[in-house]
Nanobody
């Protein structure tokens, strides 16, 4: 049972990146998948989650209107499209899974975690 996050990198302010979370060893169907981030010296915060059963989703206020989460059960992946990136979006981004239709942005709910991918927004 494993999650693999990818797609991070260096981007200028106002730019875009798309993160991917690929599951192996289990099917993402009927799971809640969340994206979290942790900046240096800060606590891990929830960014967004999606229910793979019906597509219901939630976003943190800090990313609403800029980030879009989506899932592809056939490919066993969840993506996070990040647009209009800001320097304060710089962090290591993690994806996580929980056997729940409708989780929350609380990291404590999730029991399977990927390894993280670094996003740096800088000019």
């Amino acid at each position: 049972v494993q999650l693999q996050a990818s797609g991070g990198g260096l981007v200028q302010p106002g730019g875009s990146l798309k993160l991917s979370c690929a599951a192996s060893g289990f099917s993402l169907e009927y799971y809640g998948i969340g994206w979290f981030r942790q900046a240096p010296g800060k606590e891990r915060e929830g960014v967004s989650w999606i229910s793979t059963s019906d597509g219901r989703r939630e976003y943190a206020d800090s990313v609403k209107g800029r980030f879009t989460i989506s899932s592809d059960v056939a490919k066993n992946t969840v993506s996070l499209q990040m647009n209009n990136l800001k320097p304060e979006d710089t962090a290591v981004y993690y994806c996580a899974a929980v056997r729940s239709y409708y989780p929350s942005l609380g990291a404590h709910e999730y029991d399977v975690w990927g390894q993280g991918t670094l996003v740096t927004v800088s000019s």
